[in-house]
């Protein structure tokens, strides 16, 4: 721990600020959510009287007058009593806040009310049987009673780590299994009609937008299969050339950063963007020169105006807005992450190696890179018809 610097602040090792407060003789901690000293110092006060509010409660009359044996004690060791704590340090400080309240709700709604009142060394198997089925009762689905036991096995990892219970029973028997999902690529056919479709006059709402950006974005995804937010982050810094093309991806969904070779096809896209682009900022600035500064400082506001370093000309937190305007004029029904999908499954129907595509897509297994990219029915009809006989 750091030094305590106000009495009753105290920082930890990772950085974050704790109250500090004796309640009946017992101490009391309780995260402040933040590693600034000064927000800490203000938030002080309030989360104090707010640990002394929470840890002391009067004992009703009934509860008075009941000998002592009965009394009902709020056990360190129980789940709901470590329950909070795992909330406020573990879950505040490493989900976000959707994440948070999730946790919260499954906690109270599934786990609780089925192992709260019971000392971590009596949480079995029968105990976590008794969760899957309430959850099924309430007719969740398997992947949604999957993400409860991991929330309780979670909490239970956190109190191993606290010292105050020494196994955790095992979630592999009782984890439900759920169906394994083929892969959904867009075949070639409904891809060209999307591509039509995604580059339409109407949805020009601005001379100030790009009318091609949703069929360049889609094109690029499918020759390249990043993701979503990869490719909102992608600049033209990261477009390297030498020793070999391809895009440097700064940023994954895992952390590490990776490359991702340029196909030929690809190439031709980013340099033709390149170009096309130079010229049609170059018309539109020669267009705005004309307007008035009133014009032009609207023009400056209006949503979807082209961003010069990066890849993709626009800024949005998701495709949902373009896929479904997409859909209704196609009758396709699709989203954006079947690029993803459909990159690795052309990539395996050209002849690619998957140890290769892993590396391209960032997996950290294999068998994640399976799931993703598997040869289509038409690909699979074609190799059979290549083979005369077996034996």
């Known amino acids: 721990m750091a030094t305590v610097t106000v009495k009753g602040l105290v920082q930890r090792d ?25 927000e800490a110092l203000t938030l002080f006060e309030g989360a104090k009287a707010e640990l002394k509010r929470s840890a002391f409660r009067p004992e009703s009359k009934a509860q008075r007058k009941a000998p002592a044996s009965r009394k009902r ?29 999730l946790a919260e709700q499954r906690l109270n709604d599934y786990i609780l009310p089925v192992v709260g009142k019971l000392p971590f060394e009596e949480v079995g198997t029968p105990e976590l049987r008794a969760i899957v089925a309430r959850g099924t009762k309430a007719e969740l689905s398997p992947q949604s009673i999957r993400h409860i036991l991991s929330d309780l096995r979670c909490l239970l990892i956190y109190a191993k780590e606290c010292r105050l219970l020494t196994d955790i029973p095992s979630f592999k028997s009782v984890m439900p299994k759920i169906d394994e999902v083929l892969p959904t690529p867009l075949s070639k056919d409904d891809l060209k009609k999307i591509l039509a479709a995604a580059e339409h006059p109407e949805w020009v709402r601005s001379r100030n937008q790009v009318p091609w950006r949703y069929r360049f974005t889609i094109q690029l995804a499918v020759l390249t299969g990043l993701r979503w ?26 952390g590490k950063p990776r490359r991702v070779p340029l196909l030929p096809a690809a190439q031709d896209l980013l340099k033709g963007e390149q170009e096309r ?10 267009r705005r020169s004309t307007l008035t500064k009133q014009q032009q400082s609207k023009l400056a506001r209006t949503a979807g105006e082209m961003d010069e370093e990066f890849v993709v000309p626009f800024r949005a ?52 890179t399976e799931r993703y990219g598997r040869l289509g029915d038409q690909a699979v009809a074609r190799e059979a018809a290549t083979i005369t006989t077996l034996y």
Do not use: M
């Open 14 to 38: 990772n950085g974050f600020w704790y109250a500090r407060t004796r309640v009946n003789g017992k101490l009391h901690w309780r995260s402040l959510g933040t590693r600034d000293s000064n």
């Open 73 to 101: 004690t709020e056990r360190v060791d129980t789940v709901r009593g470590f329950s909070g704590r795992w909330l406020d340090e573990y879950v505040a400080q490493r989900r976000r806040g959707d994440g948070r309240k």
């Open 229 to 254: 937010g990869e490719l909102q982050r992608l600049q033209w810094e990261d477009v390297v050339w030498v020793p070999f093309p391809h895009l440097l991806v700064k940023k994954s969904k895992s």
């Open 277 to 286: 682009r130079a010229q049609w900022w170059k018309q539109e600035l020669d």
């Open 317 to 368: 937190e998701n495709p949902c807005s373009f896929v479904d305007r997409i859909e209704a004029k196609t009758g396709i029904n699709w989203h954006f992450h079947q690029t993803r999908h459909s990159f690795a499954c052309f990539w395996l129907e050209a002849g690619g190696n998957k140890g290769t595509l892993q590396e391209i897509l960032g997996h950290s297994t294999i068998r994640l």
